[in-house]
């Protein structure tokens, strides 16, 4: 039987239709949570810097490591749009850690002679939500440019005794500042292998860190396998490093601390 002029136009328009229609992206979650692990081996570093009777006084700690251990890391997508995203991150590490003094130390006037026990007790957070735009969105590309806010909370306890002396110095700090960001991602057409990397920076003077400056620098990368839609597994490594600067009447105070290991978790997609 020929086909009418109106049955050869439904056709076309049909064919037309699937030409040219948008083609599905395998990145299309409207919510997706990844739980994960992350080893991470944290140092530290302390200087400070002081002008006393003219004479300027420079003094940089070796770099020490805090401690290694297994410690919780979340991370969250909300898929607004095809070029449109909410992302958000938490990060915290706490660690006890006890030495001895290997040599004769003053701290606020009480002396603690050599061999005296010292502990150290330090709490860090790390959160933030940025808001990411693609400048270029393909079924198996992506790459967003990020501006969020990111807050940090630091808090140390130091404890030293001798006999019946005891010394205790306390301290926390809490802050935030607006944060920029890279982000580039990959997947299979299937959806089953996705990659993802981001790149974070934030600068302290731009935020509330009272008479802190300083910045935070983080970068992550991770791959993915989804057994399901819904459901995946995934490794990667992240690392990130705190830069912060105290000024006071007598000089300045500096940390630069690093946090950095490989993540291995769960993703749920919904």
Wanted: some cysteine; aromatic content about 12%.
């Amino acid at each position: 039987m020929s086909k009418t002029p109106l049955t050869r136009g439904a056709f076309a328009l049909c064919a037309a239709a699937a030409l040219f229609a948008p083609a599905a992206h395998a990145d299309d979650d409207r919510f997706t949570l990844r739980l994960s692990g992350m080893h991470a081996k944290a140092e530290t570093q302390f200087t400070a810097d002081a002008i006393v009777a003219g004479d300027a006084y420079e003094y940089e700690s070796p770099r020490w490591e805090i401690g290694e251990k297994t410690v919780p890391r979340i991370e969250g997508m909300f898929r607004a749009g095809d070029r449109h995203r909410l992302l958000f991150n938490y990060f915290r590490y706490s660690e006890d850690q006890s030495a001895t003094l290997g040599q004769d130390l003053d701290f606020d006037g009480i002396e603690f002679p050599a061999d005296s026990q010292a502990r150290l007790d330090t709490d860090f957070h790390l959160a933030s939500l940025v808001y990411d735009y693609a400048v270029v969105e393909t079924p198996t590309t992506s790459l967003g440019l990020q501006i969020g806010l990111e807050s940090a909370r630091l808090e140390a306890d130091l404890r030293a005794t001798a006999g019946d002396e005891s010394f205790r110095a306390h301290g926390r700090e809490t802050g935030y500042a607006p944060v920029v960001g890279l982000r580039a991602a990959a997947n299979t057409a299937d959806g089953r292998w996705r990659f993802v990397a981001q790149g974070q920076y934030l600068d302290a003077d731009w935020g509330d860190f009272d008479d802190y400056d300083g910045d935070i620098s983080r970068a992550n990368a991770l791959v993915e396998y989804r057994f399901t839609p819904k459901v995946g597994v995934h490794v990667g490594y992240d690392w990130f490093k705190l830069n912060v600067r105290k000024s006071g009447s007598d000089g300045t105070v500096g940390l630069d601390q690093r946090f950095r290991g490989p993540v291995a978790g769960l993703t749920l997609a919904f």
